[in-house]
Protein backbone atom coordinates (compact mmCIF):
# COMPACT_ATOMS: atom_id res chain seq x y z
CA UNK A 1 0.00 0.00 0.00
CA UNK A 2 0.87 3.61 -0.79
CA UNK A 3 2.04 5.99 2.25
CA UNK A 4 -1.19 7.90 2.04
CA UNK A 5 -3.08 4.72 2.10
CA UNK A 6 -1.40 3.61 5.04
CA UNK A 7 -2.22 7.10 6.64
CA UNK A 8 -5.74 6.84 6.22
CA UNK A 9 -5.71 2.95 7.45
CA UNK A 10 -4.11 4.60 10.49
CA UNK A 11 -7.10 7.21 10.47
CA UNK A 12 -9.36 4.61 10.75
CA UNK A 13 -8.18 2.67 13.14
CA UNK A 14 -7.45 5.79 15.39
CA UNK A 15 -11.61 6.83 14.87
CA UNK A 16 -12.83 3.27 16.32
CA UNK A 17 -10.11 2.78 18.90
CA UNK A 18 -12.67 2.28 22.05
CA UNK A 19 -9.84 3.61 24.36
CA UNK A 20 -10.46 7.17 22.35
CA UNK A 21 -13.93 7.58 21.43
CA UNK A 22 -15.44 5.23 24.38
CA UNK A 23 -17.86 2.25 24.16
CA UNK A 24 -21.01 4.17 23.81
CA UNK A 25 -20.19 6.16 20.67
CA UNK A 26 -18.93 2.88 19.18
CA UNK A 27 -21.72 0.76 19.91
CA UNK A 28 -24.08 4.00 17.89
CA UNK A 29 -22.08 3.54 15.19
CA UNK A 30 -22.30 -0.05 14.61
CA UNK A 31 -25.94 -0.37 15.62
CA UNK A 32 -27.07 2.25 13.06
CA UNK A 33 -24.35 0.76 10.21
CA UNK A 34 -26.11 -2.83 10.80
CA UNK A 35 -29.58 -0.69 10.18
CA UNK A 36 -28.40 1.33 7.28
CA UNK A 37 -30.13 -0.60 3.89
CA UNK A 38 -27.15 0.49 1.51
CA UNK A 39 -24.51 -0.91 3.21
CA UNK A 40 -23.69 -5.26 2.68
CA UNK A 41 -23.54 -6.74 6.33
CA UNK A 42 -20.45 -8.90 5.06
CA UNK A 43 -18.89 -5.69 3.61
CA UNK A 44 -19.22 -3.99 7.33
CA UNK A 45 -17.74 -7.86 8.66
CA UNK A 46 -14.86 -7.33 6.60
CA UNK A 47 -14.27 -3.70 6.92
CA UNK A 48 -14.73 -4.36 10.75
CA UNK A 49 -12.78 -7.26 11.41
CA UNK A 50 -9.57 -6.24 9.22
CA UNK A 51 -9.24 -2.28 9.04
CA UNK A 52 -10.42 -1.25 12.57
CA UNK A 53 -9.93 -2.28 16.48
CA UNK A 54 -13.29 -2.22 17.68
CA UNK A 55 -13.14 -4.90 20.45
CA UNK A 56 -14.85 -8.35 19.63
CA UNK A 57 -17.62 -8.22 22.28
CA UNK A 58 -18.86 -4.87 21.00
CA UNK A 59 -19.00 -6.17 17.73
CA UNK A 60 -21.04 -9.02 18.51
CA UNK A 61 -23.29 -6.82 21.11
CA UNK A 62 -24.07 -4.49 18.37
CA UNK A 63 -24.69 -6.72 15.74
CA UNK A 64 -27.07 -8.61 17.83
CA UNK A 65 -29.04 -5.01 18.85
CA UNK A 66 -28.77 -3.71 15.33
CA UNK A 67 -30.11 -6.96 13.56
CA UNK A 68 -33.20 -7.29 16.27
CA UNK A 69 -33.55 -3.94 15.43
CA UNK A 70 -34.02 -4.67 12.07
CA UNK A 71 -35.83 -7.55 12.08
CA UNK A 72 -38.63 -6.06 14.12
CA UNK A 73 -38.96 -2.99 12.15
CA UNK A 74 -39.26 -5.64 9.23
CA UNK A 75 -41.83 -7.79 10.48
CA UNK A 76 -43.80 -4.84 11.84
CA UNK A 77 -44.14 -3.33 8.45
CA UNK A 78 -44.85 -7.11 7.16
CA UNK A 79 -47.50 -7.05 9.83
CA UNK A 80 -49.16 -3.71 8.94
CA UNK A 81 -48.97 -4.67 5.52
CA UNK A 82 -50.88 -7.62 5.90
CA UNK A 83 -53.26 -5.87 8.01
CA UNK A 84 -53.57 -3.40 5.29
CA UNK A 85 -54.89 -6.04 3.13
CA UNK A 86 -57.11 -8.22 4.92
CA UNK A 87 -58.76 -5.85 6.56
CA UNK A 88 -62.56 -5.63 6.87
CA UNK A 89 -62.80 -1.95 6.49
CA UNK A 90 -61.35 -1.96 3.10
Known sequence: LS????EKLDELRNLTDA???GDGKILLA???LRLAPFFPF????YLLGSTT??????????TLL???????????IGAGG????TSENV
Do not use: H, T
Not at 82 to 85: G, K, L, N, P, S
Open 66 to 76: GCIASNLLSVG
Open 53 to 62: SVPLRLFIFA
Open 82 to 85: AMMF
Open 42 to 45: SAGN
Open 3 to 6: EEAL
Open 30 to 32: LIG
Open 19 to 21: DKQ
